[in-house]
């Protein structure tokens, strides 16, 4: 099991940045991948972007170029910086852990932190 907390939510005007930051309770060494997710109000959860235990990035089309996701092993911490950030950005965004242990997949979530971008 691990525990995630996600930091760094706020109010920004549009082409603003905020730095989120996800910190687990435990070892993220050996975990396949983290990721960050987003729900805005009466859509569905989406992914926002990923990153593998050995650093490869993957993002949803509407963040690239904008969104950054990194991973410090030695903090147990995931970062999501948003640049340029726009009025359709604004959701209440999770931090995910994936892991698989003996071809079983195990998905954790943090409580969410949320994002409000004003036009």
């Known amino acids: 099991q691990v525990q995630l907390v996600e930091s760094g939510g706020g109010l920004v005007q549009a082409g603003g940045s905020l730095r989120l930051s996800c910190a687990a309770s435990?070892?993220?060494?050996?975990?396949?991948?983290m990721g960050w997710y987003r729900q805005a109000p009466g859509k569905q959860r989406e992914l926002v972007a990923t990153?593998?235990?050995?650093?490869?990035?993957n993002y949803v089309d509407s963040v690239k170029g904008r969104f950054t996701i990194s991973r410090d092993n030695a903090k147990n911490t995931v970062y999501l910086q948003m640049n340029s950030l726009k009025p359709e950005d604004t959701a209440v965004y999770y931090c995910?852990?994936?892991?698989?242990?003996?071809?079983?997949?195990?998905?954790?979530w943090g409580q969410g932190t949320q994002v409000t971008v004003s036009s």
């Open positions: 990153i593998s235990s050995g650093g490869s990035a």
């Open positions: 435990r070892s993220i060494f050996s975990i396949n991948a």
């Open positions: 995910n852990a994936h892991q698989v242990l003996a071809l079983l997949g195990y998905d954790y």
